[in-house]
């Protein structure tokens, strides 16, 4: 007997509450057990613990990522404990062994910017573009006044819009458009919310300036006037290995650079394990984490004459040691938007000891020192063992753990792998567990 179609058109299920909808789910998918459900139910504390409904639409459950602590981390002489959400396995343990091997050196050295967004309102239907143009920079003053109005508060803690910026796009799909460019010092905010009420609020005198029509008035991603710097160094002593020699690994760290700035489909792998830390940090603050996805890759694949190249740079200094740099946009926050009210957010931004005001900066700073440490790591296990060693490695644990094994179980059947050489696949994992249980 065939099952009957599901029908998706559920009527006022925005309306319903999260356990009404979860009661919906269950009749629709008759496929999800008792346990199941209770899984979803359970997962929904946090939505209680924030007195909040829901964070976005038609909220069923909350999607949990385990969310670890880095260690060894630090930043400008502070000592640091780093919250990572990833499910990715080895992303933390990468990291702090990282970390460990540049605190030899005095840990990461950071600098920002000012958190500079970019606002766009795009204007059409003008027959003179350069005109408008220059009609617009001579209203500067004006637009700069009533973009400031719309944020009191912004202005009053050292923010605001700064400048302004107009350019003329003459060969589009659709003809010539003028772009008009708020520059906004966004504080401790990642600065969506602020720039686009200010971008709507230009809009119309815009309009009036040059008889053209706006249409699209929106921050920018890119936020390549927002950018954050690290550095350290990793000696070669400290990276001695039984198999390699710290300069052996160096040479390696750096050919596996070299290869990632000529080749285009290496790069994409190498600035993902940039991401990888980045990214973890950003979902255990609350930021938005896509938002910085489409900045930093556009960034990589625009400031070097137009083509996608690493994130992070490796050379080798006068004493022979390792030198790694990186310089990405990130648009953090503290203020506004989810992290305000996310708990966990919450809770991690204290075990940061981020506040307000300044708060934002040092968490873009901190991002930035964990990419560069992951890009370390990463590299370090491909010139050296392989990645697969620490990914398998984990795998195995968490095969272990998922047939029922705990504590010291788990640890023996790792090692019973490793002595026996055997491959880490679930019937291997299996086999010893109950051998030994």
Known sequence: MSEKPRNSRI????????????????????????????????STAILDHAGQGHYIENTIAVMQVPLGIATNFKVNGEDYLIPMAVEEASVVAAASNSAKVARASGGFFTSTTDPIMIGQI??????????????????????????????????KFGGGCRDLNVKVLSDTLTGSMVIVELLVDVRDAMGANAVNTMNEAVAPLIE?????????RIISNLADKRLVRARAIFKAKELDTKDMTGEELINGIIEAYAFAE??????????????????????????????????????????NEGKYRSLTTWEKNEDGDLVGTIEIPLAVGLVG????????????????????????????????AVGLAQNFGALRALASVGIQAGHMKLHARNLAASLGAKGELIDDIVQLLQERKLKVTFDNVKSIYEELK
Not at 127 to 139: G, K, M, Q
Request: with cysteine; net charge positive.
């Open 262 to 303: 000529a080749d285009v489909y290496r790069c994409a792998t190498h600035n993902k394990g940039i991401m990888n830390g980045i990214d973890a940090v950003a979902v255990a603050t609350a930021q938005d984490w896509r938002a910085i996805e489409a900045g930093v890759h556009t960034y990589a694949a625009t400031r």
């Open 11 to 42: 009527a006022g299920f925005y309306k319903m509450t999260v356990e009404e909808r979860q009661n919906t789910i269950k009749r629709l998918c008759p496929q999800l057990t008792d346990d199941e459900i209770k899984c979803l139910q359970n």
């Open 337 to 368: 938007g989810v992290a305000r009210i996310h708990p966990i957010a919450q809770i991690t931004f204290k075990i940061l000891g981020l506040k307000v005001p300044g708060g934002a900066l040092k968490l873009a700073e901190i991002m930035a």
């Open 122 to 155: 795009q204007i059409v239907g003008i027959s003179d573009p350069f005109n408008a143009r220059t009609l617009i920079l001579e209203r500067k003053a004006d637009l700069i006044t009533i973009a400031n109005q719309q944020d009191p508060i912004l202005v």
């Open 208 to 216: 009036e300036i040059t008889k053209g029509k706006s249409r699209l």
